[in-house]
């Protein structure tokens, strides 16, 4: 038999980043594959750990290249001598999940692709829109694969041969782009594998472009386009370079605070723009790349970084103002809105029938056709997504809006108000969501910009209500808020008190005489009640002092948390005794069994005052510890086994549903 894929790895210095790359190349369940690493001259022992891995791996070989300094090499000299019916290119800080190649490659030869994108997702970033569904043919505009332009795709060997599809050498970002955009425009049948997940793509080092060669480089990638394309699909594709690697860059920091280079960087993108960039192509721009646009094709260098500095930190503020179940959806009220760097608002105003951007007064002046957002209005939306924690997973949820405008002095604010459905029972393409913590985002498109966040935490009283959901089994599903105020959805927390901890920064306390009642919702009450519990405080300065106090459930608010621990603890404002909460600042855990779960809220007392604070904010020592943890958590799930491990210690757990 054949080999049937082969998987090209370029490499150079990575130290100990790579390992979870090589092992995932190494482990993968398809039979009759080949991994070939192909070392760009490291120096740190890389070369020799490779020659040791090929010597006992019979399907492994390594190619030793001179420095380049470019992965592009690589990949060529790795592309000419594999074997394979299909070609897999994998970056050194990426992983392949164990049975990508399987599937990617029954479904190639099922479609018989040239090209296939089997799920990419990545540790951070919004998630890929391409991979919203299958496409056994895909086109290149209207399944958005401009999106992914990286390297990480299963090539057909024979259509790579026959169209001498190789990487310019020595070959920076624009170039990599350029192989894959001949790749879609020469392909009979391009294929998306939106599931299951095949690949994690890694953090790539920024690499320092040179204005001189990237322009270069584009210039190469347009003719690809010019070669290839005609009409309205040619002004849709050069569209997307304009925006992306032409006006974008002098929305960043780097251009801004860049005096030396940016004159070159400037020079050269403009003698760029009016050559193969014409006017035409501005009506596929926001209003903010227009204006870039225009005062590039005049030659105003100092009011580009003006206008730059003033509009490049524009950003979404979404509002929750709702959150509610409808059986085992979970509703999110949601109002979204566009801010600028001041925190106001981006105002727009109405002329006759027309609306038009109001941009920072910086003395622009910019014609209509420049500020008019009528048509960018009308489409304005607002996308919600999930993404999970520890893998980055990202599904999209449906979401019903309607964009409205509000008066505010002189101008106008545009609004998007709608509503959310998270169903934890399908929401991850037709399958139920993983256990694990799943935060809440949310992308709106308006009228001048675009931008993301986080769904930030609502006024008032907090929604605790867990409910049951069946997926296939029975599985408790949490509404909870991060130390920074930021909804997410926990999915089977490991036990009572760790679902009582996941909402905790929603307790309060009561002063009555000489004790102090400390209340924590609870989001579900299993049908015993749950452990008995002890809630336990500890001082943050000073002799280490421990106060423990009986915490019992009792009923919640209706339609808003099933339950509440109470918990009365003593207080004396003047020498407290050892028993008696006293003044300063006290960490909170829940004790059952000899076991402690930490909750994310701290109690603080002066004057007599017992108040409840965040976490970060009771014990900054504390605080950083747990951005330490995060960070070995996150480092964690990069080594191949460690999640697999996870899911072995979490089985073990004896869970309180069962209660």
């Known amino acids: 038999m054949g080999v049937k894929v082969s998987v090209v790895v370029s490499i150079h210095n990575p130290g100990g980043t790579a390992d979870p790359c090589i092992r995932s190349a190494l482990e993968q369940t398809i039979d009759s594959y080949e991994v070939i690493f192909v070392d760009d001259g490291s120096t740190d022992g890389m070369a020799e750990r490779l020659d040791a891995v090929a010597a006992v791996r019979s399907n492994a070989r390594v190619l030793h290249l001179p420095h380049t300094g470019s992965p592009v090499r690589g990949r060529n000299v790795g592309i000419a001598s594999a074997r394979g019916e299909y070609v897999y290119l994998l970056d050194q800080h990426d992983r392949l999940e164990r049975d990508a190649l399987r599937v990617m ?4 030869v099922e479609c018989e692709s040239d090209v296939l994108v089997g799920r990419l997702v990545r540790d951070s970033g919004p998630p890929l829109p391409a991979f919203e569904s299958d496409r056994a043919r895909a086109d290149v505009l209207g399944d958005r694969l401009l999106g992914l332009l990286g390297p990480q795709k299963l090539y057909r060997r024979a259509f790579l041969e026959e169209h001498r599809l190789g990487f310019a050498v020595p070959g920076g970002q624009v170039a990599e782009q350029a192989f894959a955009v001949r790749a879609y425009l020469l392909a009979k049948v391009i294929t998306v594998l939106a599931e299951p997940i095949c690949c994690h793509l890694g953090e790539r080092p920024e690499r320092e472009e040179e204005p001189l060669a990237m322009v270069a480089e584009l210039r190469a990638l347009l003719d690809v386009i010019d070669e290839h394309t005609q009409g309205r699909e040619r002004d849709r594709m050069y569209a997307h370079w304009f925006r992306s690697t032409v006006l974008r860059p002098f929305m960043t920091a780097r251009f801004a605070g860049s005096s030396l280079d940016r004159s070159r960087l400037f020079g050269l993108c403009r003698e760029l723009v009016l050559e193969r960039f014409p006017d035409r192509l501005d009506r596929y721009l926001p209003a903010h790349l227009r204006a870039i646009a225009l005062i590039l094709r005049e030659g105003r260098l100092d009011q580009l970084v003006t206008f730059a500095n003033a509009t490049r930190r524009t950003a979404v503020r979404a509002d929750l103002h709702e959150v509610r179940w409808d059986e085992e959806v979970l509703v999110l009220g949601l109002t979204v809105e566009l801010f600028d760097a001041a925190g106001e608002p981006v105002l727009f105003h109405a002329e006759d029938e027309r609306l038009h951007w109001s941009p920072p007064d910086l003395g622009l002046a910019l014609p209509p056709g420049v500020t008019d957002v009528t048509y960018a209005a009308g489409r304005a939306r607002m996308e919600v997504y999930l993404r999970k924690e520890d893998t980055g997973d990202c599904y999209f949820v449906p979401v019903d809006y309607r964009v409205q405008r509000v008066p505010d002095g002189t101008g106008l604010r545009l609004q998007i108000v709608g509503e959310a459905r998270v169903d934890v029972t399908g929401a991850a393409l037709g399958e139920p969501l993983g256990s694990g913590h799943w935060e ?6 308006g009228g001048a910009h675009q931008a993301r966040a986080r769904v930030s935490r609502p006024e008032g009283p907090l929604n605790c209500l867990g409910v ?12 909870c808020w991060s130390d920074e105020g930021e909804l997410g ?9 760790e679902s009582v901890a996941l909402v905790s920064p929603g307790a309060s306390v009561t002063r009555q005489d000489d004790h102090v009642f400390v209340v924590v919702p609870v989001p579900y009450v299993p049908p015993s009640g749950g452990p008995a519990l002890e809630l336990v405080l500890r001082n943050t300065s000073g002799r280490l002092r421990e106060i ?10 209706p339609g808003r948390q099933p339950g509440q621990l109470v918990a009365k603890v003593p207080v004396k404002r003047v020498l407290p ?18 076991a402690e779960t930490g909750l994310r809220f701290g109690l ?7 108040s409840v604070q965040p976490v970060a904010q009771v014990d900054p020592e504390r605080r950083r510890l747990l951005v330490h943890d995060s960070r070995l958590r996150r480092l964690a799930r990069r080594v191949p086994g460690a999640r697999h491990l996870a899911r072995l210690a979490r089985a073990g757990r004896q869970r309180y549903l069962s209660d």
């Open 468 to 479: 049951l959901a069946p997926m296939p089994r029975r599985r408790l599903v949490v509404p």
């Open 489 to 497: 959805l926990a999915i089977e927390p490991g036990s009572f008190p």
């Open 440 to 445: 809440v985002h949310v992308r709106m498109y």
């Open 604 to 610: 603080e007392m002066r004057g007599g005052e017992v």
């Open 577 to 594: 005794g050892r028993d008696h909460l006293g003044p300063g600042a006290w960490l909170t855990s829940l004790r059952t069994g000899g």
């Open 548 to 557: 423990t106090a009986p915490a019992m459930v009792e009923p919640g608010v």
């Open 105 to 108: 490659y029954e479904r190639a």
